[in-house]
């Protein structure tokens, strides 16, 4: 009936604490600062402004608001699947409980910048099966293992929608499998940057960066 639909929030997820929130915010800007710098970057510099003029990363990803890692996008019950995601024991169990998610890796397209959550056995207990399918703009993703699409949003491009974040993380890990090596161009003090073309940076983490976050959800 209306009434349940009315009860399933926008969308459920990992919420970052707020400790972590203000770490992980210094983290990324100071890697978008320094990736403005590399010649490398600014050698694909027209992949993101469509000129080989430069850009100032900071300003040109828009901040998001409370940094998480969604699980399900429910839409109040209007998305595919959103009622029996929500009447699972499994998210019913972990509600309000705190995890320790494992941020693996910071990416940077000319639509989004995100950092890719690498999920433990448990946590995938909470992830759709479906998550990886319902981007139809990458059909291949389809047969990346659970879990590839975990990520938290970090910014977007002005006029593009968190949606968007996941899919370009399922569009690198994608052309990953596909045998890919993509272009290692530099060793930062955070990790190993490579290049997979039309604008696609990856930074694969030294150290994971662990953030404790709250399985819950949010109604707007
Ligand atoms: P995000 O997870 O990449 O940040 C509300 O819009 C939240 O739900 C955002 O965090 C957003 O993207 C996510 N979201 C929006 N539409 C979605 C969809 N169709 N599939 C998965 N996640 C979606």
Redesign the pocket.
């Known amino acids: 009936g209306s009434l349940e639909e009315v009860a399933l929030p926008?969308?459920f997820g990992w919420f970052l604490l707020s400790s972590i929130q203000d770490k992980i915010k210094c983290t990324s800007m100071d890697f978008l600062k320094t990736l403005d710098t590399l010649e490398a970057f600014k050698k694909h510099l027209i992949d993101f402004s469509g000129k080989a003029e430069e850009v100032d990363l900071e300003q040109y990803f828009q901040p998001t608001g409370i940094l998480?890692c969604?699980t399900k996008?429910c839409n109040y019950g209007k998305?595919e699947g959103a009622k029996d995601y929500a009447e699972k024991q499994a998210v019913k169990d972990s509600y309000g409980s705190i995890f320790d998610l494992s941020l693996s890796a910071l990416f940077v397209t000319p639509r989004t910048f995100g950092a890719r959550v690498s999920l433990t056995e448990e946590q995938l207990q909470l992830w759709p099966a479906d998550a990886e399918k319902?981007a139809e703009s990458v059909p291949a993703a389809a047969s990346l293992p659970l879990g590839s699409r975990a990520?938290v949003?970090l910014g977007c491009a002005e006029g593009v929608e968190?949606?968007q974040?996941?899919v370009d993380l399922l569009e690198i890990l994608t052309l990953q499998q596909e045998g890919q090596q993509g272009e290692q161009v530099e060793e930062m003090e955070l990790g190993t940057l490579t290049y997979y073309g039309t604008g696609k940076w990856l930074l694969n983490l030294r150290e994971p960066i662990s953030a404790p976050a709250c399985f819950s959800s949010f109604y707007g």
């Open positions: 926008f969308y998480h969604t996008f998305a319902q990520h949003t968190h949606v974040t996941g």
